[in-house]
């Protein structure tokens, strides 16, 4: 299939536009980095704590930034998760200056729910908080309540119906619609075993909060620097490896002019999370590695075409056989990267905050990936084999024929 017949655009005509876009995007990233002191980091490469809670109504971010900065927790990042209905807020607490080790890390946690019952627990002396509740302390407690009257019967019995029931009881609560929050302990009587002795024993020995912690994420300094480390290291050694195998398949030139347009790719996609205030987490890292191999896969077919080219090149036209090239791949391109970006741009609008990160890395990704590979590799192709190395372009037309020939024999 062609979207285009013999098309004949000038790439390396305009080649001076292309760079001078580049130059723009790379210097407003790294300004941007300037300003504001370096990336931003998830999480898990910055260390400390992060909680995702779930309100019963809209939550007053401002108020739980306060009440954490009562505690002398400051530096909390407080910012809204998926749609405004589901209330959903998370919530990331820096590890403190000087502070190590797993207590250290709890007391982040600690620090957060504390400020959080002060705000919407409405507790109550003595009792423990059922939506925060995990199935073993429902179980403990109804065990001593025994409201089934349950001993006689032996304590096997006993702890295995309360288990089950407990177990039973949490899962309504963390299934949608409720996900995590009960407003009446009523809603609790269509679990099968739960009779009235039961909630009896539970509004007696629980309360309701406002709000319930969904996911807790702790990750500790030595943790966060490892990671960090490792994802630049597993960058730099993929880059090595393809430069290696494109020496290998082409010759040295190619592989240098295909990995600088990759670095071109990473820092600009890189620079625009500085740009837009995105942190940097491990799905990016995962995304920005498969920026890599399809932005080096897109070079790596035009490069392929150019070496086709080669036996039916003038000599000293070396320009006008890759601006050959990148027409003739122009349509596979496009279908190619069209149909990826489409898959990727819907992950971004509609996969959710999870994914978010990563779709938007790929988003860019797609579209600086495929631009790099005919407005960044094929002129540093095109000044290397055309100033620099005068004569190559005969000489590897040779080669190529030589490879072609003995292919046949």
Known sequence: MELFHEPNFDWMGKKWYFISVSLALLAAGLISIAVHHGLVYGIEFRSGTQVLVKFAKAPDVGAIRNELVRENWRGASIQSIGPASEHSVMIELPLGKGA???EALDAGKAAIIKALIGLYGGSEQGKVDFN???AKTVEDHLLVADPLGLAAKGLNTATSTYQSLAGAMVKFRDTPPQSGLIANFQQLAGVSGVTPAVLGVLEKDFYL????????QIVGPKVGSDLRREAVYVTLA????MLVYIWFRFELIYGVSAVIAVFHDVL????LFSL???EITLSVIAALLTLVGYSMNDTIVTFDRVRENLPSSKRGDFGELVNRSINQTLSRTILTSGLTFLAVLSLYLFGGDVIHGFAFAMVVGVIIGTYSSFAIA????V???TRVGKGQVKGKRKVYEREVAAAKR
């Open 238 to 241: 993929g880059l090595a490896a």
């Open 209 to 216: 909060s406002g709000f319930t912690v969904r996911n807790t």
């Open 378 to 381: 094929s002129p540093l192709l």
């Open 268 to 271: 600009i996609t890189i620079g």
């Open 132 to 134: 925060n509740a995990s």
């Open 383 to 385: 000044f290397w084999q």
């Open 276 to 278: 837009f205030g995105k």
């Open 100 to 102: 190590t080790g797993g």
